[in-house]
């Protein structure tokens, strides 16, 4: 599982040996068994500076190729953003943190992994729905009460605890106020991360649309905090072609051509428009209502970046076509 105290030890290096092992490995594969075409068009785009690409998420390796390439061409490593139910299983978890994946949890993930460490099961539909609601409105500050047992058990709202590293102990604070404050904790690790990366000269690669399809969705607004944060540029990269590699779940590629495109990067200075003139604190719940306008507008600018890098099979579907994670359920981080 992934807790407080592996974030806390995750450790980056500027060369990751794990990567040119597997960028080694990848390189039987594409160029001799049985063989990829790989191109990479607009090169000239990229700046000499650590970057954060913004790519579009077709297929479970569709980042491995892109990672093989920049290796090979310009001797550059990235430091990919992933979910953190990925660190699930301990050798997947092993290989993630060697490959310099920075896990992302959400206040959704938390509540389901604390839920399942106190009850051994994972929450209904309701009780995730009631838990949720309460620890999104604490996030800005309301004051919600928290729901009472039957409606949750109360084993949930008393036990003393610590399965994700972070105490809970309810004569402190209560339930809500608990998870608040481990995902404040846990997600400033996550920032410290991202800076320590950018220091090292790491490029940060991100899959702003969060979850796969072969059609482009809209960008989530994070990919937006941290490049204001950093005030690193953003290079809009359009991956087309991958799919066909790796149609399932196996890591070795099929025969065919993937094409990467590289946009022109989105500097800071391109985004005066939606400057944040005040010190914000990156994934908190206040500079995101706070914020909410130029946040939402640098990622919009994000997709229609990746958009037009793309051939038509993986342009952007009708919104009434979009296929987004589950509503108000824990499903999705099981």
Known sequence: MLDLPRLQRLRLTARPLSQRILGRLLHANYVYLPGVDLRVEGGENLPDEPVIYAMNHTDRYNYWPWQYAIWKRWNRFTAAWVKGKYYENRLLAFFMESMLQLPTVSRGYLITKDFQSVLHRTPTDQEYA???DVVDRRAVGEDAPLPEPPEVPELLLRKAR??????????????????????????????????????????????????????????????????????????????????SLYPGGSPFAKKGRVIYRIGEPIRYEDLEDFHVSEKFAPFTAAAERDHAREFRGIADRVTDGIEALLDEPYRRAPKEGQVGELGRSSDRFV
């Open 162 to 243: 610590s399965p994700l590293g972070f105490a809970f102990e309810p004569a402190d604070r209560d339930y809500a106020d608990y998870i608040c404050a481990l995902f404040q904790a846990m997600m400033a690790r996550f920032v410290e991360l991202n800076e320590e990366a950018r220091a090292l000269g790491i490029d940060l690669l991100v899959f702003p649309q969060g979850t796969r399809s072969i059609r482009l969705l809209e960008s989530h607004v994070g990919i937006a905090q941290i490049a204001l944060h950093l005030r690193a540029p953003i290079v809009p990269v359009g991956c087309n072609g991958s799919d």
């Open 130 to 132: 009631l838990l949720r």
